[in-house]
């Protein structure tokens, strides 16, 4: 009965390093969203899979943030060149069926650019 | 999807109802209201949600006007634990319906 899981739960990152994010989804969910959280804001929609598509991608801020779902369960987000800006929680999620479904997020990412 | 409107903060006594609005007043007939929480340091946690009918579930109820242009979330019996920040979404109910506009939500504090 294991929730949606995160790692690193806490990342630091030297600017202009790589890094990437790990999400595991519920066993069987479809759908899986990344969302940004910077401090004292509700989240923000990155991108959304439905299996291994990758259905929206509208919310990621520039071409260095790249999401993948290969196998359709476990998801990376990937952040190149990191810059201060991109400092935040990130979010995982995911929900049964489609987006419409309610969501259950991990415990997020916790993403430090010095 | 509709843009929702929610006061920044609230207050409530413990084991009082808290009662939380959201107006969405653009909100189209096939939209859905959502209800999420965030407790500090936590991942966003679902309520409830509902198309026009009022709804209730073991954590909540949600009563949505007749023209469907605002709702409240009704926490019964607030307990300290319920202090977090509330979210209201409207979202269009389609299976490839991906992307959830949250706010900034409504802190409630509930005080003993």
């Known amino acids: 009965g294991a929730g949606v899981s995160q790692s690193p739960r806490y990342k630091v990152a030297k600017r202009g390093q790589d890094v990437a994010l790990r999400c595991d989804p519920i066993s069987g969910h479809v759908s899986l969203f990344w969302y940004q959280q910077a401090l004292g804001q509700g989240p923000e929609f990155l991108t959304y899979?439905?299996?291994?598509?990758?259905?929206?991608k509208s919310g990621l801020p520039s071409d260095r943030f790249f999401a993948e779902r290969p196998e359709g369960s476990v998801s990376t987000l990937k952040i190149q060149r990191t810059q201060q800006e991109d400092s935040a929680v990130y979010l995982c999620?995911?929900?049964?069926?489609?987006?419409?479904?309610?969501?259950?997020f991990g415990p997020g990412t916790r993403l430090t650019v010095t | 999807d509709a843009k929702t409107t929610q006061p920044p903060s609230m207050d409530c006594a413990e084991g009082r109802a808290a009662n939380l609005p959201c107006n969405h007043s653009?909100?189209?007939?096939?939209?859905?209201v959502y209800w999420y929480r965030q407790i500090h340091s936590q991942g966003p946690q679902y309520i409830i949600h509902g198309l026009k009918n009022n709804e209730t579930n073991e954590m909540a109820s949600l009563i949505i006007t007749e023209d469907r242009k605002s709702s409240t979330l009704i926490l019964p019996h607030a307990t300290l634990r319920d202090t977090a920040v509330y979210y209201c979404?409207?979202?269009?109910?389609?299976?490839?319906?991906?992307?959830?506009?949250f706010g900034d939500g409504t802190t409630l504090t509930v005080k003993p």
């Open positions: 653009t909100i189209s007939g096939n939209e859905y």
């Open positions: 979404i409207v979202k269009t109910f389609r299976a490839n319906a991906g992307k959830s506009t």
């Open positions: 899979f439905q299996n291994e598509a990758q259905l929206d």
């Open positions: 999620a995911s929900s049964l069926a489609g987006g419409a479904y309610e969501q259950y």
